[in-house]
T-cell receptor, first 113, second 110 residues
Framework: DGGITQSPKYLFRKEGQNVTLSCEQN?????MYWYRQDPGQGLRLIYY???????QKGDIAEGYSVSREKKESFPLTVTSAQKNPTAFYLC????????????FGQGTRLTVV | KNEVEQSPQNLTAQEGEFITINCSYS?????LHWLQQHPGGGIVSLFM???GKKKHGRLIATINIQEKHSSLHITASHPRDSAVYIC????????????FGKGTKLTVNP
């Protein structure tokens, strides 16, 4: 079955450490996205990519980095420069042509202690 | 003003009641999504609409493109429907970036 997989579901890290969140899709979607959710707020766009080896900053990219070396994979690194990294992170993928289609991962809850 | 507005923010209902959650948006869209988020955080896609109406079990989603408005209805609500329901739109322009509403927290009491 096609889908999008995020791992891990829960992640704990010490302050000052970089951490990488995984996102993999087997839907052959061109576009992939990372969003962040904070309590009481809607999901906000961190980074997105429409093609391999290319990605664009979203609304809150500071303190994050991404790569898109393969169409299927779009890992997000939360760096030590991110001031408030504790949040829920959601990965999504979508088509860019034809019938619009978007799928969502189950999310990763990151807690920095 | 947010591009996607949901109402109400919080909703409490008794089991069996008919539920309506509303979503209004201000941008041109290629599609609108209704998502369900349970307390554990995982998000499930319920519907994707670009016109008309879709039904799945006790859930019905409608969209009015001219009025830039969508509704999610739950018939015969049940405590297991308790979750946050999120409206998201795919903006036009080729990037298909999603813009999310803040969500509606639904609690269904037995």
């Amino acid at each position: 079955d096609g889908g999008i997989t995020q791992s891990p579901k829960y992640l704990f890290r010490k302050e000052g450490q970089n951490v990488t969140l995984s996102c993999e899709q087997n839907l052959n979607h061109d576009a992939m996205y990372w969003y962040r959710q904070d309590p009481g707020q809607g999901l906000r766009l961190i980074y997105y990519s429409q093609i391999v080896n290319d990605f664009q900053k979203g609304d809150i990219a500071e303190g994050y980095s991404v790569s898109r070396e393969k169409k299927e994979s779009f890992p997000l690194t939360v760096t030590s420069a991110q001031k408030n990294p504790t949040a829920f992170y959601l990965c999504a993928s979508s088509t860019l042509t034809g019938v619009p289609e978007a799928f969502f991962g189950q999310g990763t809850r990151l807690t920095v202690v | 003003k947010n591009e996607v507005e949901q109402s109400p923010q919080n909703l409490t209902a008794q089991e069996g009641e008919f539920i309506t959650i509303n979503c209004s948006y201000s941008v041109g869209i290629s599609a609108l999504h209704w998502l369900q988020q349970h307390p554990g955080g995982g998000i499930v896609s319920l519907f994707m609409l670009s016109s008309g109406k879709k039904k799945h079990g006790r859930l019905i989603a409608t969209i009015n493109i001219q009025e830039k408005h969508s509704s999610l209805h739950i018939t015969a609500s049940h405590p297991r429907d308790s979750a946050v329901y999120i409206c998201a739109v795919s903006s036009q322009g080729g990037s298909e970036k999603l813009v999310f509403g803040k969500g509606t927290k639904l609690t269904v009491n037995p």
